[in-house]
């Protein structure tokens, strides 16, 4: 579990409705369904409208990376790559051959595979990071489906809001009726603005940094295995691989107390 995304969640809503409480309200005042359908309806109409299906299914998925924390680790590439250079220093480069298919990481895994098979480090370098550049432009789309969703949310509350202003108006003469109109029309925007601010815009900053953080270990490990095809000295491509991390990410180095 990410410890920010549960703290950021438990704290953004419980101030909110903390504080609602604190002065008098009460839960059943903001639970208008007719509100949430049109808010969350209408913003996620808009952005099924925007982007492919695929795309808006993928950022539903990827919903998962927001709460719990990302599997990969980069000491472990380190370690791993550190590992093959040294295997292939004392054998040669086609002693990794049997250690691919043992690889779960796709990228590392078509990376040795290229380096194995004897192509020019280069060329290597310059297949890898087209690579590299499509998966950050389609990995943003997930960020972006949710960042499309913190912009149209709040707008789409004040439509909701002008509708149930409508209904007021045109019940002016039925008292009874005016409570709910009005009641829609500022719950609509408390769903509009509160959705973006507390849910959708922070989605999308928390998959953007994901998608950072997986990229910059794809950029490591083809680092590594440029190095590790060229010969470069084991002890030197560790200290290269570990320039990739931040000072916090250093800081939790497992192998920092051994060395």
Known sequence: MDKASLIGLLLGVGAVIGGMLLEGGHLGSIAQPTAAIIVLGGTFGAVFLSFPFEGVLGAFKDVKNIIKEPALNPFEYIELITNYANKARKEGILSLEKEIKNIEHPFLKKALTMAVDGVEPKIMREAMET?????????????????????????????????????????????????????????????????ANLFFLPMATKLALRQAEGLVINEMILEGVVALSTGENPRLIEEKLTTYLSEQQKNKNPNKEKT
């Open 131 to 195: 690579e590299l550049a499509y998966q950050d432009e389609y990995g943003k789309i997930s960020s972006k489906v949710f960042q499309a969703a913190g912009g149209y949310a709040p707008t789409i509350g004040i439509l909701g809001a002008v509708l149930g202003l409508i209904h007021v108006m045109e019940n002016l003469n039925d008292p009874s009726k005016l409570g709910g109109g009005i009641a829609v029309a500022f719950v609509a925007t408390v769903y509009g603005v509160g959705s």
